[in-house]
């Protein structure tokens, strides 16, 4: 069992930014894909940003040149840099682990992972 625990939300102005980690124990697999997602009122889980064991990255559109998914792999520490926040990125922010697709891809999909933190809160006023 992989246990993921958020830190760094909050609350900011728009154009502000914020910086999100996400520490990962007891995963012991050699290849894996660890993402960021996010999940508004009212609205589904979304996709935001996923890396792999080799460091490749993937981003939704939205979040293009403004986030950027990092990971530390001694410590398996993933962190989401966010710039330029804009208020329609508040949202509950969740770190998730899984296994590849065969051909060691990522996807920003909510049902390739299957480990998954409590969240923690982004908030961005405008």
């Known amino acids: 069992q992989v246990h993921l625990v958020e830190s760094g939300g909050g609350s900011v102005q728009a154009g502000g930014s914020l910086r999100l980690s996400c520490a990962a124990s007891?995963?012991?697999?050699?290849?894996?894909?660890m993402g960021w997602f996010r999940q508004a009122p009212g609205k589904e889980r979304e996709g935001v940003a996923a890396?792999?064991?080799?460091?490749?990255?993937i981003y939704a559109d939205s979040v293009k040149g403004r986030f950027t998914i990092s990971q530390e792999n001694a410590k398996i520490t993933l962190y989401l840099e966010m710039n330029s926040l804009k208020p329609e990125d508040t949202a509950m922010y969740y770190c998730?682990?899984?296994?590849?697709?065969?051909?060691?891809?990522?996807?920003?999909?909510?049902?390739?992972?299957?480990?998954w933190g409590q969240g923690t809160q982004v908030t961005v006023s405008s």
């Open positions: 890396i792999d064991s080799d460091g490749s990255t």
């Open positions: 998730a682990a899984g296994a590849p697709g065969r051909g060691g891809e990522c996807y920003l999909l909510t049902f390739k992972y299957n480990f």
């Open positions: 007891r995963y012991t697999y050699s290849s894996y894909c």
